[in-house]
């Protein structure tokens, strides 16, 4: 709690984001009250209006006020509006699931070998498939070996290695189950080179590409490459006008948890909310992108942001949330990294004893990721972890705008491209987070931003969070958009967002 020379460092935190401290303000405005948490309503009013930059007395008033209101929730008690007359619930519930399994090799360097082969073959089927070369693809990387300076030729394989060279020029070197080839992106002046070699700086380890060039000595100098990528895709309309809600993040347990504002949500979805009844008594599907608790030893001291210290309790609040939905929406979960599961990837879904007495029909726990068919609109749910390795390795990708990375996620085929990166995957026999089947959405969450677009008709959705700002997300400047619920409304093809952010 804030104390003695707490509007001296209000002001040092708030400095960094360009917001002065009115002359107003006293210490005493900040008794007992986190000097974070008012940093994290400054943040979020910065989101709001690009013209706040000073905080007076009153400002600091309104938000004291609002942080003791979600400190001590009231008890939750949500019923169903009496004359609230939803179509959803006349509606027959039509899905299917199709989950990534989660297999195991015994860990030798032969188990490894056969998850990079099974990468390698299902994304080279898929180049081949959508992509015609102009030179032809060799059958091999060995035989380049043979093959005379001046041959145009098309190769394909796996980056294992990427240089900048002394010449400034990038080299990478891709493998395939028999040889290497070395391939240059010359750093020219022509229109052509410049505009190749600014393609080729958004190379990373481990993915699978096709690159037409020219022999030179031991290289190939490239003139073109290709990511396995996907095909511009027929977007999908129902004849039924259901909706479907996407939400990740909700940190059950963490003290940022916006618990009034989450209860707010599950109001709306019973009609019991003033914001569009409309299209809540529309919403047939919700799918949860995991991170439904905050966890328990995730991260270093921890149990100093926490508000429920037990695992199996955070659990029984969250399903006691989810237990209020209506019976006739389908809710979809799968876990993220702050849930009680393995964290390497793919994961299985949360174990009978997480889950608890809880049961519900309409309740479908999954793994991470999961492959969804609603109403005829084909979605793949995915966490997002691989987030945290794209956005540290391609030029252009921020934690501000998730879209663009979830962008290059989609032309690798595959969900987690960089091995050994931030996020862990199963060594096994398969490799599971290629994307073999291209949706019709993309779900993901983890970096607690909005972000939604479109790429070759596959609609991109990035659903936030419900945990206030972070002492850990203020030391990185990082800005949430919590309280922002996605809405698919698969008759009119499409999105509109839910603010739930302020309280009633």
């Known amino acids: 709690m804030a104390g003695e020379n707490a509007v001296k460092e209000l002001v040092k935190k708030l400095s960094k984001f360009g917001v002065l401290v009115a002359a107003d303000v006293d210490d005493g405005d900040l008794a007992d009250i986190e000097i974070g948490a008012i940093v994290s309503r400054v943040l979020e009013r910065m989101a709001s209006d690009s ?12 938000m004291a006020e609002e942080i003791r209101l979600e ?14 007359k939803a179509y959803a619930s006349e509606v027959d519930a039509h899905y299917s699931i199709t989950n990534k399994t989660t297999e195991y090799t015994n860990g030798t360097v032969d188990g490894f070998v056969s998850y990079f082969r099974s990468r390698l073959d299902r994304l080279r089927k898929i180049i081949v498939q959508h992509r015609n070369s102009p030179n032809g693809m060799v059958a091999s990387l060995e035989g380049i070996k043979s093959y005379s300076n001046g041959r145009e030729i098309t190769a394909l394989g796996m980056i294992s290695n990427k240089i900048t060279t002394k010449n400034g020029n990038i080299m990478v070197v891709i493998e395939d189950e028999t040889g290497e080839a070395k391939i240059i992106f010359m750093n020219g002046t022509s229109k052509q080179s410049l505009e190749l070699f600014e393609k080729a700086r958004h190379l990373v380890d481990d993915e699978v590409i096709a690159v037409s060039g020219k022999i030179s000595g031991p290289f190939i100098i490239a003139s073109e490459f290709v990511w396995p990528d996907i095909p511009i895709n027929e977007r999908k309309q129902s004849e039924e006008d259901v909706a479907i809600a996407f939400i990740s993040d909700v940190h059950v347990g963490s003290k940022y948890f916006m618990e009034r504002n989450f209860s707010n949500f599950i109001k709306w979805l019973n009609g019991n909310y003033e914001k569009r009844e409309d299209l809540a008594g529309k919403v047939k599907y919700l799918v949860v992108g995991g991170d439904v608790v905050d966890g328990i030893g995730v991260y270093p001291n921890q149990d100093r942001t926490l508000t429920v210290l037990d695992i199996y309790t955070q659990y029984k609040i ?21 849930d009680a599961v393995q964290s390497a990837e793919p994961q299985p879904q949360l174990s009978s004893e997480l889950v608890g007495d809880f049961k519900a029909d309409n309740v479908h726990i999954l793994p991470n990721p999961s492959f969804l068919t609603l109403h005829g609109i084909e979605i793949l749910a995915y ?7 794209i956005i540290s390795a391609i030029p252009g ?19 987690s491209p ?25 779900h993901m969450g983890h970096v607690h931003k909005n ?26 400047g990082h800005v949430p958009t919590p ?13 509109t967002t839910i603010n739930f952010e302020r309280p009633e």
Request: proline fraction near 6%.
């Open 383 to 389: 966490h997002g972890t691989s987030l945290d390795s």
């Open 451 to 476: 972000g939604m677009a479109n790429y070759h008709g596959v609609d991109i959705i990035n659903s936030g969070t419900w945990q206030s700002t972070t002492d850990y997300q203020l030391s990185l």
């Open 71 to 84: 400190k001590s929730p009231k008890p939750i008690e949500i019923v169903q509006k009496s004359d609230f």
């Open 397 to 415: 990708t921020s934690y501000a705008k998730p879209e663009k990375a979830m962008t290059e996620i989609l032309k690798r085929r595959h969900l």
């Open 483 to 495: 309280c922002i619920v996605p809405i698919y409304e698969a008759k009119g093809n499409r999105f």
């Open 418 to 442: 960089i091995y050994g990166g931030r996020s862990m995957i199963v060594p096994s026999k398969h490799d599971n987070m290629v994307i073999d089947k291209v949706p019709d959405i993309l």
């Open 318 to 338: 969250f399903f006691n949330f989810i237990s209020m939905i209506p019976e006739y929406i389908q809710v979809f979960v799968i876990p993220g990294n702050h």
């Open 51 to 62: 013209n706040f930059s000073i905080i007076n007395k009153i400002d600091i008033a309104n």
